[in-house]
Each structure stands twice: as C-alpha cells, then as structure tokens.
C-alpha cells in the first residue's frame, strides 16, 4: 500500500473512533472528566498528524516522543 493511501486508511480510522466517542459521551460528560477531555484532544490530534506526516509537503515528519505517567 503506499504512504498516501496508508494516511487515509488511517484517518478513517482515526475519524470512525471520533464518531464512537462521540456517540458514547455528552458534551457534559467530557467537560466534567478531565481525562475524556484529554481522551479527545488526543484523537483530534492525531487525526490531524496523521494527514500531515510522512514529508507530504516537502518537509520530513518531526519526531515524536511518548510521556508516560
């Protein structure tokens, strides 16, 4: 599969557990709970790094770093 389609297969996947999230918790529910709230942030993110990376538009994807707590 090449890069292209590998972004868009994973960005259907990535928008289809959005639409989940959506689905299961209220707008309510996510501002009383700090960790759907960040739960959420982190998938609207990485939506978007996923159309972004991989030098699509000349430059090459930054490095990422994983924090565990």
Not at 3 to 9: A, T
Not at 61 to 66: F, G, L, M, R, V
Request: aromatic share 8%.
């Amino acid at each position: 599969m090449n890069p292209v389609n590998e972004r868009l297969l994973r960005l259907e996947t990535n928008v289809r557990e959005l639409r989940r999230f959506r689905q299961r918790y209220t707008l309510e529910e996510v501002r009383q709970e700090p960790h759907l709230e960040w739960s959420l942030r982190y998938g609207l993110l990485e939506a978007i790094q996923s159309c972004l990376e991989d030098g699509e538009f000349g430059a090459e994807a930054p490095p990422t770093e994983s924090v565990f707590l």
